[in-house]
């Protein structure tokens, strides 16, 4: 179950960080520039968390096997 939810929320993480970055943009060079670096933030949690949904399910195996 930690595991799904782990998965799903790395996928969410990409699609957030794309949506972050197109509508959080504004007309400044500073605002487009903080929307863009606000993005790359969130988008590097994606790799965080499908590493840990697949050690969670390694784990489950390893526990009910």
Do not use: Q
């Not at 520039?33 to 590097?44: D, K, N, P, Y």
């Amino acid at each position: 179950m930690l595991s799904n939810l782990c998965f799903v929320l790395g996928f969410a993480s990409i699609i957030g960080s794309i949506a972050i970055w197109f509508l959080t943009g504004g007309d400044t060079a500073e605002a487009k520039a903080h929307a863009e670096r606000f993005g790359i933030f969130v988008g590097l949690w994606a790799p965080t968390f499908l590493i840990l949904s697949n050690r969670f399910d390694r784990y489950a195996e390893r526990v009910a096997g």
